[in-house]
C-alpha cells in the first residue's frame, strides 16, 4: 500500500505560481508512474502531468506544457509540480497518483493509477 499525501494548495492570482508537493509513505516500487489530475467544479477528473520514477520521463497535458513541472525526490519520498503563469481555468482540486507503468509508458488516465492521495485546492483569481 502507498498512501499519498498533497500540500501545497492556495489561492493565487493570476501569473502567479504554486508548488504543489505529495509525500508518499512508501516511495514507489521500481517501475511506477507517479502523476497529477485536477478536477474542476462540474468537470471530469483530466491527467495533468505524469513521471516515470525509474528515468525522470515526464508527460504533459497540452493545456499545462510550458507552464507547470513534475518532478520528484526520491530521498524525500516526494512528488512536487511547480505551476507556473497560473490562468483562472487551472482553479481545481489536485490529486496525486501512483500506479505501476505499463508497456506503453505512463499515461494521464486514470485507470493507470491505483493509488490517491485526498486533493489539495488551488484557486487562481483573474
Known amino acids: 500500500q502507498v498512501q499519498l499525501v498533497e500540500s501545497g494548495g492556495g489561492s493565487v492570482q493570476a501569473g502567479g505560481s504554486l508548488r504543489l508537493s505529495c509525500a508518499a509513505s512508501r516511495y514507489t516500487y521500481s517501475s511506477y508512474c507517479m502523476a497529477w489530475f485536477r478536477q474542476a467544479p462540474g468537470k471530469e477528473r483530466e491527467g495533468v502531468a505524469a513521471i516515470y520514477t525509474d528515468y525522470g520521463d515526464t508527460y504533459y497535458s497540452d493545456s499545462v506544457k510550458g507552464r507547470f513541472t513534475i518532478s520528484q525526490d526520491n530521498a524525500k519520498n516526494t512528488l512536487y509540480l511547480q505551476m507556473n503563469s497560473l490562468k483562472p481555468e487551472d482553479t481545481a482540486t489536485y490529486y496525486c497518483?501512483?500506479?505501476?507503468?505499463?508497456?506503453?509508458?505512463?499515461?494521464?488516465?486514470?485507470?493507470?493509477?491505483?493509488?490517491w492521495g485526498q486533493g489539495t485546492q488551488v484557486t487562481v483569481s483573474s
Open positions: 497518483a501512483a500506479g505501476p507503468r505499463k508497456w506503453y509508458g505512463c499515461v494521464l488516465e486514470m485507470s493507470q493509477y491505483n493509488y
